[in-house]
């Protein structure tokens, strides 16, 4: 005898199969005998029923819109079961039937089971709707252009920085509302965005925060800011003199000093931008030393860590 005719025998002799089997069984004829019941007594469920509306181009709605309608319907058991085989029917209600003109569209009970029995088998009782009427807040005035204020805060790694300013795909947006709160519309923020340790530059999509009572275009905003590595290097700089009175020549020894400075790999073969300062309303005449001091200059946003190999030099001044 195989291993399969083995099984079997012992499965009809374990009285726990005997058992599911029973259960079975007890459930099958429980559920026809459901059936013969129900499939000619009124029966009650609830149908989510697609509502789609036709809203004009130059109408933007300013409060929720819904999808979906809750629909409790009364109706003989065995109709129920064309709603098992069919996709469930869909409403479409043109926006300006029910709008009064002035920025408000108001959709009844009645009217909202008016609309359901136009789709629903015809011997169907609607007990209720939900929601039991739709409002609509909107406007057809045209959007007011403001500009974006970013709330972004941008931490580079160790070693790295922030190289150029954060670029927008726009610096604008439109809003629309009515017309009061359209006149305390200024200016719109994207959501708070802190972004730390970053090696590498960050592009990110943000969304502009919600203003309650109207609506901004587009939701959201790309954004880029550019992240580069820093190395070290050194530069000499020539030593330029400040303030120096007309008829006044100051000679400095040396006239150049090395800067050490970290700056993005980009730019480590171009041109030093740094500046070193000899301010001539700094020298104290009443010392007999004959030296100034040496100050950093201008320093380009992009470099860090500047500091010059001497903090002064040596001077002759000269009268013409």
């Known amino acids: 005898m195989g291993l399969w ?38 029966v009650q469920l609830d149908l989510e029923v697609p ?16 999808d979906t309608l809750t629909v409790s319907v009364k109706d003989r058991g065995y109709r129920f079961f064309s709603y098992m085989f069919r996709k469930t029917p869909k409403i479409t209600i043109r926006f300006s039937d029910y709008s009064d003109g002035s920025g408000t569209f108001k959709m009844d009970q009645g009217h909202l089971k008016k609309a359901l029995a136009s789709v ?3 011997h169907a009782a609607i007990v209720s709707v939900l929601p ?66 970053l090696t590498d530059t960050l592009r990110r999509k943000v969304s502009i925060a919600p203003i309650k009572g109207a609506v901004v275009e587009p939701g959201a905003i790309d954004i880029m800011v550019p992240i580069e590595k820093l190395k070290s290097q050194t530069s000499k700089v020539k030593i330029a003199v400040r303030n120096a009175p007309q008829g006044v020549k100051i000679l400095l020894f040396p006239s150049d000093v090395e800067v050490s400075f970290r700056s993005p ?3 480590i073969k171009e041109d030093t931008d740094i500046t070193a300062v000899v301010d ?41």
Not at 283 to 307: C, H, L
């Open 132 to 197: 039991e009427n739709i409002v609509i807040k909107y406007t057809d005035l045209p959007g007011k252009k403001v500009p974006i204020r970013t709330d972004i805060i941008v931490e580079p790694r160790e070693d790295y920085a922030l190289y150029g300013a954060l670029i927008q795909s726009q610096d604008s947006v439109l809003v629309f509302s009515d017309a009061q709160k359209l006149s305390e519309i200024n200016e719109v923020y994207t959501y708070h965005v802190k972004v730390s340790d």
């Open 265 to 267: 790999v980009s730019r």
């Open 120 to 122: 629903l088998n015809r």
């Open 51 to 66: 509502v789609e509306f036709s809203i004009p181009n130059n109408v933007h709605t300013l409060t929720e819109v819904p």
């Open 5 to 42: 005719s083995k099984t079997k025998e012992k499965l009809k002799k374990s009285p726990r199969t005997k058992s599911i089997l029973q259960y079975i069984t007890f459930v099958l004829i429980s559920a026809v005998f459901w059936g013969f019941l129900t499939f000619n007594s009124d």
């Open 280 to 320: 001539y309303n700094s020298i104290d005449f009443s010392r007999p030393s004959n030296k100034v001091k040496v100050i950093i200059g201008e320093v380009p946003a992009a470099y860090q860590d500047v500091t010059l190999s001497s903090d002064s030099v040596e001077y002759i001044i000269e009268k013409h």
